[in-house]
């Protein structure tokens, strides 16, 4: 029995042994996966601060595009507004001009013979008056008021 006995001893211990190895092999694979499962946290946790830091420049970038289009409404706004002032002042210098054309037409019928390049009397005052023309020339009644008409 002594022989029975030991080879029951081996026997035991052997599965003593292999018990041991596989508590020690599943303990080590639980390890393992403790360890990835924190990594895999640590891991998420670094992307979720990096969506929160992108989500946060998203919205500064977004601010930054509706400012952008809101200068470029009122740039329209101010260009629109120019424009508009650019016509009314391109429309009175055309009147003025029609005014002016129409005034040398009429000085034209009033005075057929005249050559500007002759003229060095001083002008008409704005009132119509010679007073300053007949200063400068010493003849008084040289205005047009003061010839007959013709």
């Known amino acids: 029995m002594n022989d029975t006995l030991m080879w029951v001893l081996i026997a035991v211990a052997v599965l003593v042994v292999i018990a041991l190895l596989v508590w020690l092999l599943v303990r080590r694979r639980r390890q393992r996966a403790r360890e990835v499962e924190r990594q895999n ?52 210098a055309h009147q003025v001009r029609t005014d002016a054309e129409t005034h040398r037409a009429d000085a034209d019928a009033l005075d057929p013979g005249y050559d500007p390049a002759d003229d060095d009397r001083p002008p008409v005052a704005a009132d119509g008056s010679t007073a300053a023309r007949d200063r400068a020339t010493g003849e008084p009644g040289t205005g047009p008021e003061q010839r007959p008409a013709g």
């Open 41 to 92: 946290r640590a891991h998420a946790a670094d992307l979720r601060a990096q969506v929160r830091d992108e989500e946060l420049e998203a919205r500064r970038r977004e601010a930054d595009a509706a400012a952008a289009q809101a200068r470029a409404q009122q740039a329209r706004v101010e260009a629109d507004r120019l424009d508009a002032e650019a016509h009314e002042r391109t429309a009175h």
